[in-house]
């Protein structure tokens, strides 16, 4: 489990119960003056149903149920996929291509087996590499797909908000002859726009930036298999073959990858 996603998300909201506890002074005011049901409703109603208009019904479905995503620790080590892949450079120098076939049948990552099974059935690279990006682009396109829910919602959400404040402050002009009603009635209309960009800041916007770091994880190690394959496929020295792979990681991770380093003349 990602616990600085659900730390992140717990500690947001003790910071909002906290801002509410010391704004009332009075737990039990909490209830009474900051929930409210027909505000509740016509913020994350509205939300929620407007983001049902621009996603067909499996989208919309799929992009409820990827929320647990954010939970979801990546098991991604770029410079452990980089010395796996030099490892199998090593492997392939020594022994030929079709000595990668065993090394396959062992392989838990699909995408690094089937670059390696298309190798061994001696596909061109030029093919290889367009086979693999293909279904590069389509991962990621899938990918889009789930953070674009996330990112209308968290656009609807502010803007149902003021649209249930608008509603509330129309009521209250047209209920002005009691004056001490106003206040309590602007605080009411105000609460739906609070909704709002509770559902925007507290779990759309996160949710939207923690997808897209882990798509761009996704990638880069995608990435770092492609071209590693095809230097392997290239009959490229492994010790070139390390130097060309660790140009993806940043320079604090290199020290890493040079600790593992596993490449051979």
């Known amino acids: 489990m990602d616990i600085a996603s659900l730390a992140g998300l717990i500690l947001c909201l003790v910071m909002i119960v906290y801002g509410l506890i010391t704004s009332t002074g009075d737990v039990s005011k909490i209830m009474t003056e900051y929930i409210n049901v027909p505000s509740a409703i016509i913020t994350f109603g509205g939300a929620f149903f407007a983001t049902m208009?621009?996603?067909?019904?499996p989208d919309f479905i799929g992009g409820l149920k990827s929320f647990t995503?954010?939970?979801?620790?990546?098991?991604?080590?770029?410079?452990?996929?980089?010395?796996?892949?030099?490892?199998?450079?090593?492997?392939?120098?020594?022994?030929?291509?079709?000595?990668?076939?065993?090394?396959?049948s062992d392989m838990e990552e699909p995408f690094l087996k089937k670059g390696i099974l298309l190798i061994v059935d001696g596909t061109d690279p030029d093919?290889?590499?367009?086979?693999?990006?293909?279904?590069?682009?389509?991962?990621?396109?899938?990918?889009?797909?789930?953070?674009?829910?996330?990112?209308?919602?968290?656009?609807?959400?502010?803007?149902?908000?003021?649209?249930?404040?608008?509603?509330?402050?129309?009521?209250?002009?047209?209920?002005?002859?009691?004056?001490s009603k106003v206040g309590p009635a602007?605080?009411?209309?105000?609460?739906?726009?609070?909704?709002?960009?509770?559902?925007?800041?507290?779990?759309?916007?996160?949710?939207?930036?923690?997808?897209?770091?882990?798509?761009?994880?996704?990638?880069?190690?995608k990435e770092v298999m492609i071209e590693g394959l095809l230097s392997i496929q290239a009959g490229e020295n492994p010790r070139v073959i390390e130097e060309k792979l660790k140009s993806f990681l940043a320079p604090a991770d290199r020290q890493a990858a040079e600790e593992n380093a596993g490449g051979e003349e």
């Open 127 to 179: 093919l290889v590499r367009a086979i693999m990006e293909t279904e590069l682009v389509s991962i990621e396109r899938r990918h889009k797909v789930r953070i674009g829910f996330w990112e209308t919602l968290g656009a609807m959400g502010p803007a149902w908000g003021m649209i249930g404040t608008l509603i509330g402050l129309v009521d209250m002009l047209y209920n002005m002859q009691d004056i």
């Open 53 to 57: 208009m621009t996603q067909s019904m």
């Open 69 to 104: 995503l954010i939970f979801k620790a990546q098991a991604l080590n770029t410079a452990e996929m980089i010395q796996k892949i030099i490892d199998l450079s090593n492997v392939a120098r020594k022994e030929g291509l079709l000595s990668l076939e065993e090394a396959a």
């Open 186 to 221: 602007m605080a009411v209309a105000l609460i739906t726009t609070l909704y709002g960009s509770m559902l925007a800041n507290w779990i759309c916007i996160p949710v939207t930036g923690k997808l897209k770091s882990d798509n761009d994880a996704e990638m880069m190690m």
